[in-house]
C-alpha cells in the first residue's frame, strides 16, 4: 500500500481499514515498551517518591527486594498476559508465523537456540512469550521459557510485565533452574548471538555469531537437555540501520565497548512512522517466518570434555545451516549463506 510523497516523506495512505490501524499501534507499543519501557518507569517510580503517593514506591520497593530473584526461579507466568489481544494484533502487523518441522516430545527437556538476534528479537518475543502464534497447540505439552538480559530484569514494573509473560533472564542460574525444576516439557528460548548480533542487523544480512559460543552447548550436555535451532527470516528486515557501522569504524568500537561494560550494544535503527513510511520507530511490515527445527539428541554428561562440547556444537552448526538452506527459498532468502562469524 503506496502513498504520496510530501519533500521527500512517503505518507501513508489517510483511508485503511481499522485493522492495520491497531496493527500499526500494537507495532509502535511494542517498540516503545522495549526502548523506553524500563527507563520510563523507573523515572515514574522515583517521581512518586516525591508526591503525596511516595507509599506507593515504597511498598513496590518492599515487594521488589522480596522478590528479586524470580527472573532466575522461572518468574510468575500469567496464562491471561500471554494471550493479551494486543499479541494477536503484534502478529498480524508484520506478519509473524510460527513453522514447525518435528515434535517436540514433553518428556524431554530442550534448549532452543534463536537466531538472528535482530533489533528486538521480535519473532522470539511473539512465538515464545505471547500464544498469539498458538506455541502451545503447535508443541503439545511444552512450556517455553523465553531468556533475556538479567539486566532487565532489575527495572521496576518492567520486570514484572517480562515475568507475567513467561520471560526469565538467561543466567546460568536460570536455565539450570528451569530445567532442574523436576518435570520435563521445560524448553528454554536463548538468542545465542546476543548483543554483538545487533550489532549485525541489517536487512538481507545473515551474520550469525556462534563460533565461539559453545556454553550453552556445555550446559545441554550436563542437563540432558536437547538442542534444537530455530532461524527466523525476516527477523533483520524490520528496521535499517540508520548510522553505519561497519567492522573497524568507530561507531562499531564503540559499540563492542558499550557492549563490553553494559551488557548490551546500542545501536541507531530506524523505521517507518504511524503516517509516513520514511522514517520512525515504528518496525517496517515484512513477514518474519521463525522456522523451529528438528531437536539433536544429547546424552547427560555430569563434566563433558571440551571434545564432546567441540563435537555437539560443530553438530548444531550443520543443522542450523541445514535448517536454513531448507528454508530459504520459500522465505525471500534464496541466494543467501549463513555467515558464522566470532
Not at 483511508?15 to 519501557?37: D, Y
Not at 516430545?105 to 535482530?118: E, K, S
Not at 518496525?283 to 528438528?294: A, E, L, S
Request: net charge positive.
Amino acid at each position: 500500500m503506496m502513498g504520496k510523497k510530501v519533500l521527500g516523506v512517503e505518507l501513508a495512505p489517510a483511508h485503511v481499514p481499522l485493522e492495520r490501524r491497531k496493527q500499526t499501534l500494537s507495532a509502535l507499543m511494542a517498540m516503545l515498551i522495549f526502548v523506553f519501557g524500563g527507563l520510563s518507569a523507573t523515572i515514574l517510580m522515583i517521581k512518586l517518591l516525591f508526591t503525596n503517593y511516595f507509599w506507593i514506591t515504597l511498598l513496590y520497593g518492599v515487594w521488589y527486594i522480596y522478590d528479586w530473584n524470580s527472573s532466575s526461579h522461572g518468574g510468575h507466568r500469567v496464562n491471561s498476559v500471554r494471550r493479551m489481544k494486543y499479541n494477536e494484533y503484534l502478529r498480524d502487523y508484520f506478519p509473524i508465523s510460527l513453522i514447525k518441522t518435528a515434535d517436540l516430545d514433553p518428556a524431554h527437556n530442550y534448549i532452543l537456540g534463536y537466531h538472528p538476534h535482530g533489533i528486538m528479537s521480535i519473532g522470539a518475543y511473539n512465538n515464545f512469550a505471547t500464544e498469539a502464534t498458538s506455541f502451545s497447540d503447535k508443541f503439545p505439552g511444552i512450556t517455553p521459557y523465553f531468556l533475556t538480559l538479567k539486566l532487565l530484569h532489575h527495572l521496576p514494573l518492567y520486570r514484572e510485565y517480562l515475568s507475567m509473560t513467561g520471560i526469565c533472564d538467561v543466567s546460568k542460574q536460570s536455565i539450570q533452574y528451569i530445567l532442574r525444576q523436576g518435570k520435563k516439557g521445560c524448553a528454554v528460548v536463548i538468542v545465542i548471538g546476543g548483543a554483538k548480533e545487533a550489532m549485525d542487523a541489517n536487512p538481507g544480512e545473515t551474520n550469525i555469531v556462534l563460533k565461539k559460543r559453545k556454553g550453552f552447548v556445555k550446559i545441554a550436555i550436563r542437563e540432558g537437555a536437547q538442542l534444537v535451532p530455530v532461524f527466523s527470516f525476516g527477523e533483520n528486515d524490520i528496521y535499517k540501520m540508520a548510522l553505519e557501522n561497519d567492522p573497524g569504524s568507530k561507531v562499531r568500537k564503540f559499540q563492542r565497548w558499550f557492549q563490553h561494560v553494559v551488557g548490551f550494544a546500542p545501536v541507531v535503527f530506524s523505521g517507518r512512522g504511524i503516517f509516513n513510511y520514511t522514517f520512525g520507530l515504528v518496525p517496517y511490515r515484512h513477514p518474519v517466518n521463525t522456522v523451529v527445527g528438528k531437536p539433536i539428541p544429547v546424552e547427560r554428561v555430569a563434566e563433558p570434555s571440551q571434545e564432546q562440547i567441540d563435537a555437539l556444537h560443530g553438530r548444531y552448526m550443520q543443522d542450523l545451516e541445514r535448517l536454513f538452506d531448507a528454508h530459504k527459498d520459500k522465505y525471500g532468502y534464496g541466494g543467501h549463506k549463513l555467515n558464522f562469524i566470532e
